[in-house]
């Protein structure tokens, strides 16, 4: 596979992401997207918004519980009970693990956060837009 090739097929990655992943302009937040992979790689956990405040040092729990509520709308999550968790539907599974290995490398993870930008180029949403 060629330079060329490559960046045509990491291209076309970006694009089903954003299609798929990033749809209704959902993850349209740096803050969104930690707490998403911070799901994927704990996904066993069920957990409230302030215990997910506390994990991820994040002090505003009115703005976590609008997120997590956001998340849980188009998908990403379930709740039971009050406590939130990774929905086990394959397409998420699938598209968090994207999301997560290319947010491993420091290149995929730019052009990803350029993409994200491009869905909602005006989220500022209290300082945590990209």
């Not at 976590?64 to 709740?79: C, H, P, S, T, Y």
């Not at 930008?117 to 990209?130: C, K, L, Q, S, Y």
Request: net charge negative; charged share 25%.
């Amino acid at each position: 596979m060629t330079s060329d090739d490559t960046l045509q097929a990491a291209t076309e990655d970006l694009r089903w992401v954003q299609g798929t992943c990033i749809r209704c302009n959902t993850i349209d937040t740096w803050c969104k997207l930690h707490t998403l992979l911070w799901f994927y790689e704990h996904r066993d956990f069920r957990v409230t918004g302030p215990e997910l405040c506390e994990h991820l040092f994040q002090a505003d729990e009115g703005l976590m519980r609008a997120m997590l509520n956001d998340l849980k709308q188009v998908g990403f999550l379930v709740e039971t009970d009050q406590r939130f968790g990774l929905s086990e539907a394959p397409d998420v599974i699938v598209c968090l693990g994207y999301l997560s290995e290319n947010f491993a490398d420091p290149q995929a993870r730019q052009r990803l956060i350029e993409r994200i930008r491009a869905v909602a180029p005006d989220n500022t949403e209290r300082g945590h837009g990209f």
